[in-house]
C-alpha cells in the first residue's frame, strides 16, 4: 500500500503564490505517474498537472504557464509551484500516483486546500 501526504496549502492573495508537496511512501511500490487535481465546490475534479519518472510534464490549459510541477525521484516526492494564483484556483488539491505511466493512478492523498482571496 502506497501512502500520499500533501502540503503546502493555504489562504492567498489574488496574484501570490504557494508551493504544494506530496511525498509517496509504505510500500517498495515503483512510482511512475504523479500529479494533481483538483476540487472545486459544486464541481467535479480535474486535472491539473502531471509528471513521469522520466521528468514529462503535462498541464492543464488553464494552469499552463502559471503552474510548474517537479518530482524529487530520490525522494518519491512531486511538487507543484503556484504562481500568479487566481480566485478560480480556489480549490481542494489531491495528489495523486501509481506505478502506471497515466493519470488518474491508483493512490491519491487526502487532499489540501487553497484558498485565492481577491
Known amino acids: 500500500q502506497v501512502q500520499l501526504v500533501e502540503s503546502g496549502g493555504g489562504l492567498v492573495q489574488a496574484g501570490g503564490s504557494l508551493r504544494l508537496s506530496c511525498a509517496a511512501s509504505?510500500?517498495?511500490?515503483?512510482?511512475?505517474?504523479m500529479g494533481w487535481y483538483r476540487q472545486a465546490p459544486g464541481k467535479q475534479r480535474e486535472f491539473v498537472a502531471g509528471?513521469?519518472?522520466?521528468?514529462?510534464?503535462n498541464y492543464a490549459s488553464s494552469v499552463k504557464g502559471r503552474f510548474t510541477i517537479s518530482r524529487d525521484n530520490a525522494k518519491n516526492t512531486v511538487y507543484l509551484q503556484m504562481n500568479s494564483l487566481k480566485p478560480e484556483d480556489t480549490a481542494v488539491y489531491y495528489c495523486?500516483?501509481?506505478?502506471?505511466?497515466?493519470?488518474?493512478?491508483?493512490?491519491w492523498g487526502q487532499g489540501t486546500q487553497v484558498t485565492v482571496s481577491s
Open positions: 509528471t513521469r519518472s522520466s521528468g514529462s510534464t
Open positions: 495523486n500516483g501509481g506505478p502506471t505511466a497515466f493519470l488518474p493512478a491508483d493512490y
Open positions: 509504505g510500500s517498495a511500490v515503483r512510482i511512475n505517474a
